[in-house]
C-alpha cells in the first residue's frame, strides 16, 4: 500500500528530473559541447548519489514548516506539487521544485488545522533571494576572472574546446550531486514521517537508514524524468532566456553548483560551526532560480544588451505563481481525497488542557492566567486554540506555538525490540539504548513526559536557552533522534 501512495512522490520526482536537469546542462546542451546522452548519465550517476549520502539536511527545514503525518496527506501533498510542475512546464516555463513542495505543504497545513511555523518559513524564502542573488554574484566574478585569462590564452581554439568540454563534466557531475543533495527533499521529504522502511545492517560501519532509501526510490524516478523529457525544457534556460557561449555556460554550470552545495551540504555547514563562521541554512533551494541568477549575472556583466526580459518575467511570474496554486490545488486535492474517497490524510489529534498539561505549561515559565479561555478544554485543531489565546497579548506566536506543543495529545508505548526490529537502533549511542531498554513498556500520554524520562540520561538531555550556534545543532541532531523514537512508539489507537 506504501509504494501505491509513493506514486505521487516518484511523479514529482520525474518532475524534477524533467524540469531541473535542464538547469544542470541546458546551456551545455544547447551550446553543443555536451551530447544530451553523456549529460543525462551524468546526471543520473551524481544526482543519485547526492541524494541518498547527502540529502537529508535540506529535509529537516522542510519538516519544520509542516509535518505531513499520514500516508494520504503526504501522497495528496506530492501529487499537488507534482501537478504544478506539469502544469507549468507544459507551457515551456522552467519552475522550482522547491517553491511548489512548500506550497503543497501549507496547503496541508491550511486544510488540517495546522499552524505554519513562519520561522522556517521565511528561512526557506529569504534562501531563495539569497540564492538567487548570491548565483548571479558568483558568475558575474568567475566571468570577470575568466575573461583576461581566455584573452590572454595562447592555447588553441580546439585546445580550449578540450578543457572546455571537460571541465563542463567535471563541473556538470559536481552540480548533479549538489542537485540531488539538495531537492531530494522536495521529492520524497514528506513521506519521511510515514515511510515503513527499515534500517539496513550491511555489516561492518555501512548501514543504509530507511530514509536513504525512499531517497534512492527518489533519486531513481528523478533519472526516469531525465531520460523522458528533460531534453524538451532545455531550451529555456540554455537559449532562450540568453545566448550563452561554452565558457559562459561553463561559468553559469560553476555558480550553480557553488550555490547548491552550499545550501545542502552538512559537512560544510558543521566545518563553519566548528571554525566559529556564520552558517548557511540547510534548505532545499530552488536550482531554477540558481541557475537564472547566474546567467541574468553573465549578461548584466556583458552590459545586459542581450538578457531577454520577457522570457525572464515569464519565469519571475512563475516563480510567484507557483507556490501559490500548490496551496491551493493541495487544498482542492485533501479536501476530494478525504471526502470523496474517504482516505484519511490527516492523524486525528487531540488537545487537552488538564491538570497535568496545565502544571507542564505552568513549569515552562508561562503565566496559566493567560490560559483562562481554553483551561478545562479539548481541541482538536492548532488553528482553534490559537484564535483563543490571540486574546491575550502578552503572549508571543512562538510562545502560542509552544503551549499547544506541550497539551498535544499522543499516546506512545516505549518498545524496545520493536526499536531493534526496524533497525532504527543503530542511530543511538550505547547509553541512549540502554535509558531506552530501562524505559521498555511505559506508556505515555504526552512527548514531552516521554522526553522527560529520557532525560534523566544526559546524551538525551537537550541544552536550554539561551543557545549558542553548536548547541542548536545539536539539539537539532537530538531532536531528530527523539521524533525517530515519536514514530517508533506511536500507538495507533490515539484515544483521550
Known amino acids: 500500500m506504501f509504494f501505491f501512495y509513493l506514486l505521487s512522490g516518484l511523479f514529482l520526482g520525474w518532475s524534477l528530473g524533467a524540469n531541473d536537469t535542464g538547469n544542470i546542462f541546458g ?187 525512499l531517497y534512492l526510490l527518489g533519486a531513481l524516478s528523478i533519472v526516469v524524468g531525465i531520460y523522458t523529457y528533460s531534453h524538451k525544457v532545455m531550451r529555456t534556460v540554455g537559449k532562450d532566456l540568453f545566448h550563452l557561449s561554452p565558457i559562459t555556460a561553463l561559468i553559469a554550470l560553476s555558480a550553480e553548483a557553488i550555490v547548491l552545495f552550499l545550501f545542502a551540504s552538512r559537512g560544510l555547514y558543521n566545518l563553519l560551526l566548528s571554525l566559529g563562521l556564520p552558517t548557511i541554512p540547510l534548505v532545499p533551494v530552488s536550482s531554477t532560480q540558481v541557475i537564472v541568477g547566474a546567467v541574468v549575472g553573465i549578461g548584466l556583466s556583458k552590459g545586459g544588451k542581450n538578457i531577454r526580459y520577457n522570457i525572464l518575467a515569464r519565469i519571475s511570474i512563475a516563480w510567484v505563481a507557483a507556490p501559490v496554486l500548490a496551496a491551493l490545488i493541495s487544498f482542492t486535492l485533501l479536501f476530494i481525497i478525504q471526502n470523496v474517497f474517504e482516505t484519511k490524510v490527516q492523524q486525528e489529534t487531540h488537545y487537552i488542557f488538564d491538570r497535568r498539561s496545565i502544571t507542564k505549561i505552568a513549569e515552562e515559565g508561562f503565566d496559566t492566567s493567560t490560559l483562562s479561555t481554553v483551561n478545562g478544554r479539548s481541541f482538536s485543531s492548532e488553528r482553534d486554540i490559537y484564535r483563543e489565546l490571540q486574546e491575550h497579548e502578552s503572549l508571543s506566536r512562538d510562545d502560542m506555538l509552544r503551549i499547544i506543543k506541550l497539551s498535544e495529545i499522543h499516546r506512545l508505548k516505549v518498545d524496545f525490540a520493536k526499536l531493534q526490529n526496524s533497525g532504527m537502533h543503530n542511530r543511538f549511542t550505547p ?66
Open 27 to 213: 546551456a551545455a546542451v544547447e551550446t553543443r559541447m555536451l551530447k544530451f546522452k553523456k549529460a543525462a548519465l551524468i546526471a543520473a550517476i551524481f544526482i543519485t548519489l547526492g541524494a541518498v549520502l547527502e540529502g537529508g539536511g535540506p529535509s529537516g527545514t522542510l519538516g519544520r514548516l509542516g509535518s505531513v503525518d499520514a500516508l494520504g496527506g503526504a501522497f495528496t501533498v506530492a501529487l499537488a506539487a507534482a501537478l504544478t510542475i506539469t502544469l507549468i512546464v507544459r507551457i515551456g516555463i522552467p519552475v522550482s521544485t522547491s517553491q511548489t513542495i512548500v506550497g503543497a505543504i501549507i496547503g496541508w497545513n491550511m486544510f488540517s488545522g495546522r499552524l505554519t511555523d513562519y520561522r522556517s518559513l521565511i528561512t526557506i524564502a529569504s534562501s531563495w533571494v539569497v540564492a538567487f542573488v548570491l548565483s548571479g554574484t558568483i558568475a558575474a566574478f568567475l566571468f570577470h576572472l575568466a575573461k583576461p585569462l581566455v584573452n590572454r590564452s595562447k592555447a588553441h581554439l580546439l585546445e580550449q574546446d578540450v578543457f572546455v568540454r571537460y571541465a563542463l563534466v567535471v563541473v556538470g557531475a559536481f552540480g548533479a550531486y549538489s542537485l540531488g543533495a539538495n531537492n531530494i527533499a522536495n521529492v520524497v521529504g514528506v513521506f519521511v514521517p510515514v515511510s515503513p522502511f527499515k534500517d539496513l545492517d550491511l555489516g561492518g560501519f555501512i548501514t543504509i537508514s530507511g530514509v536513504q532509501q
Open 431 to 496: 547509553n541512549q539504548l540502554k535509558r531506552i531498554e530501562e524505559l521498555n513498556e511505559q506508556v505515555y500520554r504526552h512527548k514531552w513526559q516521554l522526553q522527560a524520562d529520557l532525560a534523566k540520561e544526559a546524551e538525551f538531555e537537550l541544552h536550554d536557552s539561551p543557545l549558542t550556534e553548536h548547541q542548536k545543532n545539536d539539539n537539532r541532531l537530538l531532536q531528530g533522534k527523539l521524533d525517530v523514537l515519536f514514530r517508533a512508539f506511536l500507538l495507533e489507537e490515539q484515544t483521550d
